[in-house]
Each structure stands twice: as C-alpha cells, then as structure tokens.
C-alpha cells in the first residue's frame, strides 16, 4: 500500500509575517537575490502550491524570511 504525504505551502504566512502583504512585493528581494521571475511566476508562486520548486528558490525565500525549507513547506500525514 502506498504511503500518501501531503504539504502545506506557507509562504503567504511567513509573507504576512514580514509585513508583504502583495505578491509584486517578493519580486525585488528574488531579484537582489539573483532569481528573476516575472509578477505572474511571483504570483502563482505565492498564491499556488507548488509541485516542484529550485533549490534556488527555495534558498532565496529561506534567506528572504530568515527561516528555514520546513517553514515554508509543512508536511502533512493523515
């Protein structure tokens, strides 16, 4: 039998958290941060769950909100 593992995205939390509360606000500390997206990859980003994400990503949004992959992605088991 397959083991099934759910996620939780939270990056719209630790954005709250840091006081962003529009997606166009991530895309200048990506940018400084050398990962480029366009608002509407920003936006799908943060208001999506992702499937798959870059270690780069993942590594700018840990820098950007201090924290770490498990703050952003919470695993769920049923």
């Given at each position: 039998?397959?083991?099934?593992v759910s996620?939780?995205?939270?990056?719209?939390?630790?954005?709250?958290?840091?006081?962003?509360?529009?997606?166009?606000?991530?895309?200048?500390?990506?940018?400084?941060?050398?990962?480029?997206?366009?608002?509407?990859?920003?936006?799908?980003?943060?208001?999506?769950?992702?499937?798959?994400?870059?270690?780069?990503?993942?590594?700018?949004?840990?820098?950007?909100?201090?924290?770490?992959?498990?703050?952003?992605?919470?695993?769920?088991?049923?």
């Amino acid at each position: 039998m397959k083991r099934q593992v759910s996620y939780q995205w939270r990056l719209r939390e630790k954005m709250a958290a840091a006081g962003m509360f529009t997606t166009s606000e991530l895309a200048p500390p990506l940018a400084e941060r050398g990962v480029n997206l366009s608002l509407s990859q920003v936006h799908r980003l943060v208001t999506g769950t992702p499937e798959r994400l870059s270690l780069p990503v993942l590594a700018a949004l840990c820098d950007i909100f201090d924290c770490t992959p498990t703050d952003l992605i919470a695993t769920k088991r049923p």
